[in-house]
């Protein structure tokens, strides 16, 4: 996609979350969106699943008991959400490059405001979630409903900000939505099924031209 894009030091690029337990190598892609200024991670709920168990897993290198006795959500995580790659290849990181993601995800960026050519964004995982009415303040959304609400296609409430959202894949909005971008009322679902052997999609905010990328995962029903 980078190429594809032509991406270079003079763009910048927000990602929509669930970057951690996707495809063969999060911690890599990881290790390179940390690297790059202008990359900009908006963490999705796996992201955040990881966050919060770094210290957990550093601890873990030297005491692998301390992980016999995590509870119910790290398991869930690990066995039913794809968390054991992200975990296995955290684990095999040097202890000084385990310090250097967590501290990167010790401060997390939960949705950015952006303002291009006259027109406003919100860049936020899953929306708001209940929290979807006339009036509200993004500061004022609970961090669970922008990392895990699974909102409707037309779920925005600001009138003047396209908001851009990933966390559902759009072909579960309709078969009509598979590989591709959808176009709600003001709002973009940019997740296009690309773990589930689908697309990965991109927009380009300036002018608003869409780029996909035929994903190497199967593809799942």
Known sequence: MLEKIEFSEYDEMYIAGDVCDRGKDPIPLLQLIKSRKNMHLIFGNHDEWLAKYTEDLIKGKSDQSHLYYMGLDFLTWIHFNGGLITMDQFMDLDLPDCYDLKEYLDNPLYYEELEIGGRKF????????????????????????LLWSHIGIDDNPFEDTTMIVG???????????????????????????????????????????????????PYLE
């Open 122 to 145: 919100l860049i936020v995982h899953a929306g708001l979630g209940s929290c979807c009415r006339s009036g509200v303040h993004i500061s004022e959304v609970p961090v669970s409903e």
């Open 167 to 217: 966390h559902m894949p759009t072909f579960l909005y309709g078969p009509q939505y598979e590989d591709k971008i959808l176009h709600g009322k003001n709002i973009l679902h940019i997740d296009c099924g690309c773990v589930f052997g689908r697309t990965l999609g991109c927009v380009r905010l300036d002018d608003m031209k869409e780029f996909y990328i035929k994903s190497t995962c």
